[in-house]
């Protein structure tokens, strides 16, 4: 995974993180990414073309999450190589994310 350097917002400071991987995957890391709980943004590309994009909010969870899995695991089906960029908020308790190159 690679960061991306944060920026300011209403509910505190983010960071972008990017995935890439093979479409087979792309269900399972959406999910893991969405339970992990500091996701502000999801955004799905194939090379640099945006497929999908979803916000989501700290109480996404359970029936709220089955039409976004629903979604992805149709996408995943016609999708060979894509990127994940996932947009986390900075708990006080993360450590600093990392910067790039590293």
């Given amino acids: 995974m690679s960061a991306a350097g944060g920026q300011a917002r209403s509910g505190g400071e983010t960071f972008w993180e990017s995935v890439k991987l093979e479409g087979g995957q ?12 500091n996701v502000r943004r999801v955004i799905i590309k194939q090379d640099e073309r945006v497929l999908m994009e979803f916000p989501l909010s ?14 992805v695991g149709a996408a995943a089906v016609m999708i060979k190589n ?21």
């Fill in 26 to 37: 792309l269900v399972g890391k959406i999910a893991e990414i969405i339970h992990e709980g």
């Fill in 58 to 71: 700290v109480g996404v969870v359970g029936v709220m999450l089955a039409p976004i899995l629903a979604a």
């Fill in 82 to 102: 894509c990127t994940i960029d996932v947009e986390r908020e900075v708990r006080p308790t993360d450590p600093p994310p990392p910067t790039a190159g590293q």
